[in-house]
């Protein structure tokens, strides 16, 4: 389980998103991040601990823009550290995902891509799906 919230508008994405997981808080609570995308660029704030971590690490290094996910995780493969927290991105970090459940088939995939060449930075289930897609 996790709390998952999207933004895309004209407003500061940054605090519409910590609200959004302020309020999801207890559907995960052992990390969260943020992904915030301006001019092309993708911005990627994230911890282990409670949201609270999030808004402190935020408070003193912002990101800005107008399109942005958010997670608050519940850790069901990889223990909860600041490498395992969401969202996770591709090998290019040309995008990134969050994902709410658990991928079954997640070893035999992260196999498969790693003899591939795609590196991964995390133990998260989650992970492999950023470079399925890549
Ligand atoms: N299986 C994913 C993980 O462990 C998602 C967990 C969740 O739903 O919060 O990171």
């Known amino acids: ?53 999030l808004v402190e690490i935020t408070s003193r290094d912002p990101v800005r823009g107008h399109v942005g996910i958010g997670h ?12 395992n927290a969401h969202p996770h991105a591709d090998c290019t970090g040309r995008f990134v995902v969050i994902h709410n459940g658990i991928i079954e088939n997640f070893l035999a995939l992260r196999e498969r891509l790693q003899s591939e060449g795609h590196r991964f930075r995390s133990d ?8 399925l897609i890549e």
């Open 1 to 53: 389980m996790c709390g998952i919230i999207g933004y895309v508008g004209y407003r500061d994405a940054l605090p519409i998103l910590l609200d959004g997981l302020r309020r999801l808080e207890y559907r995960g609570y052992d990390s969260a991040g943020v992904a915030v995308l301006e001019d092309g660029q993708i911005a990627v704030r994230k911890t282990a601990g409670k949201l609270g971590r």
């Open 72 to 83: 608050t995780r519940w850790a069901t493969h990889g223990i909860p550290t600041d490498d």
């Open 124 to 131: 998260t289930d989650t992970e492999a799906l950023a470079h």
